[in-house]
Structures are given as structure tokens and as C-alpha cells.
Antibody, heavy 120, light 107 residues
Framework: QITLKESGLTLVKPTQTLTLTCSFSGFSLSSSGVGVGWIRQPPGKALEWLALIFWDDDERYSPSLKSRLTITKDTSKNQVVLTMTNVNPVDTGKYYC????????????WGQGTLVTVSS | EIVMTQSPATLSVSPGERVTLSCRASQSISSDLAWYQQKPGQSPRFLIYGASTRATGIPARFSGSGSGTEFTLTISSLQSEDFAVYYCQQYNHWPYSFGQGTNLEIK
């Protein structure tokens, strides 16, 4: 059974760096085709892709946020970390990590999400 | 960047009715389209991939169709648990993008 869970500070001040960790079980990030992605959702708004890391260390970022995002993986710990620099209030929202299956860049299993608030 | 447009934004229907939600891509994405369902306070639930293949455990009343730029999600007979927001997502071309969602509400 695949499960994912997000963790990290939930209140961040403007200009600070946000670090979120996705801890998962039920799959290996060394399996061919597999990936873990991050998606966010501002309150009352739609889903937005942020970043995706593949089993082979390939990384993809949202073009509009690329300069502020870094995604890394620790296969031995079954964790993926997302870092977002220079946050501002518009970055407030629910942040989800999710499993990308080998057959396509969609997300079949999602974490419960963590609500991040950017406020001074 | 491919823009996904869903219509309508909100749909009011009665339980038992048949409903069709639309999703349009700004350029061809072949059949690389997924659908998700999201209820208030919950994470998205994966419904359909490849435009028409139901994910494991998804009831047969959910069906998807389309290819290229036009796609639909049909729920044949709405159950109370189906009232939610539905999102489409293309995974043909990076950056993979979501639509803005259709809110399916009880009439």
C-alpha cells in the first residue's frame, strides 16, 4: 500500500525559505519510471504543479517558480524534500506530495497535504 | 505552455441525473489526460488516466472520453458522494497542467 505524508513548518515569514519533506512508503524511488511530485493549492483555488523528481534524478520545475524551487530525494530514507526560497503571502496554501506511476506523469496516490501560511 | 480549460465552472444537478463535464486543451495532448475528484478538506482522488481508463476501484458510473484537445468526464447516475470538484490534468507536455476545476453541486 502506497502512502505519503508531508511535513515541515506551517508558518513562514515573507522572504524566508520554506522546506517541506515528503515521507513515503509502499514504493521505491529507485524503481524505473517512478517519481514524486509536489502540487499546491491556494485557499479556494485550483491545483498547481510545482516540481517533480524521477527515479533517475531527473527534475522538472514549474517555469514560473523554477528560480525559487529545489527538489531532492533520499532514496534510502524514502523521502523527497522541496525547498522554496523567498516566500511571500501568495505562496500560502495546501502543499501536497504525490506518487507518479511508471505509466505517466499523473498522480495516483496523494498525501494528506500540509497547510503553509506565509505571514509576518 | 498548455492551458487546460474546464467548463462549466459550476454545475448544479440532482442525484440520479447523468452529467458531463468538459475539459479542453489549448493544443493537442493525444490521450494524455487524467481526471481527479476533490471533496472539501480532502486530497484529490485519482479517477481516470489515458482519457478513458478508470483507476483501480473507481466505480463504473465514471467514464472518460476524448482525444486531442476535447475531453469529457461523464457520471452516469449521480450519487450523493459524487458532489465534489473535478479537475483534469494533461501529462503530455511539460509543464504538466491542471484545469481550474468544475464544482459539481447538489441542485
Amino acid at each position: 500500500q502506497i502512502t505519503l505524508k508531508e511535513s515541515g513548518l506551517t508558518l513562514v515569514k515573507p522572504t524566508q525559505t520554506l522546506t517541506l519533506t515528503c515521507s513515503f512508503s509502499g514504493f521505491s524511488l529507485s524503481s524505473s519510471g517512478v517519481g514524486v511530485g509536489w502540487i499546491r493549492q491556494p485557499p479556494g483555488k485550483a491545483l498547481e504543479w510545482l516540481a517533480l523528481i524521477f527515479w533517475d534524478d531527473d527534475e522538472r520545475y514549474s517555469p514560473s517558480l523554477k528560480s525559487r524551487l529545489t527538489i531532492t530525494k533520499d532514496t534510502s530514507k524514502n523521502q523527497v524534500v522541496l525547498t522554496m526560497t523567498n516566500v511571500n503571502p501568495v505562496d500560502t496554501g495546501k502543499y501536497y506530495c504525490a506518487h507518479r506511476p511508471s505509466y505517466g506523469s499523473l498522480f495516483d496516490y496523494w498525501g494528506q497535504g500540509t497547510l503553509v501560511t506565509v505571514s509576518s | 505552455e498548455i492551458v487546460m480549460t474546464q467548463s462549466p465552472a459550476t454545475l448544479s444537478v440532482s442525484p440520479g441525473e447523468r452529467v458531463t463535464l468538459s475539459c479542453r486543451a489549448s493544443q493537442s495532448i493525444s490521450s494524455d489526460l487524467a481526471w481527479y475528484q476533490q471533496k472539501p478538506g480532502q486530497s484529490p482522488r485519482f479517477l481516470i488516466y489515458g482519457a478513458s481508463t478508470r483507476a483501480t476501484g473507481i466505480p463504473a458510473r465514471f467514464s472518460g472520453s476524448g482525444s486531442g484537445t476535447e475531453f469529457t468526464l461523464t457520471i452516469s447516475s449521480l450519487q450523493s458522494e459524487d458532489f465534489a470538484v473535478y479537475y483534469c490534468q494533461q501529462y503530455n507536455h511539460w509543464p504538466y497542467s491542471f484545469g481550474q476545476g468544475t464544482n459539481l453541486e447538489i441542485k
